[in-house]
Nanobody, 123 residues
Framework: QVQLVESGGGLVQPGGSLNLSCAAS????????MAWYRQAPGKERELVAR???????TLGDSAKGRFTISRLNAKNTVHLQMNSLKPEDTAVYYC?????????????????WGQGTQVTVSS
């Protein structure tokens, strides 16, 4: 089993910045991609940013120009630097990992989610 633990959320004023971190731990697995999603009350979960093991990054429309995703493959960590935060960025931010896990003699693709970290942007 793979565990994802997020940190770095909190309360910030509009225009401020936050840096979210996520660390993956477990055994007998490899990570192909890690990402950040967010979900506000009453809304569907949406992609914020995603990065593959090869460094191929994807940003959601709301993140372009303001957020930066980075990843350290050797430590199975991913970070999200959020700048120029707006009230509409308020949401629970979830870490995601797409992995290959050894199950018996098989290799299986599995998705894992963190518990989420609350980001609130308010004056």
């Amino acid at each position: 089993q793979v565990q994802l633990v997020e940190s770095g959320g909190g309360l910030v004023q509009p225009g401020g910045s936050l840096n979210l971190s996520c660390a993956a731990s477990g055994s007998r697995f490899s990570i192909n991609a890690m990402a950040w999603y967010r979900q506000a009350p009453g809304k569907e979960r949406e992609l914020v940013a995603r990065m593959t093991s090869g460094g191929w990054a994807t940003l959601g429309d709301s993140a372009k120009g303001r957020f930066t995703i980075s990843r350290l493959n050797a430590k199975n960590t991913v970070h999200l630097q959020m700048n120029s935060l707006k009230p509409e960025d308020t949401a629970v931010y979830y870490c995601y990992a797409h992995t290959i896990v050894v199950v018996t003699t098989d290799l299986q693709e599995r998705d894992y989610w963190g518990q989420g970290t609350q980001v609130t942007v308010s004056s």
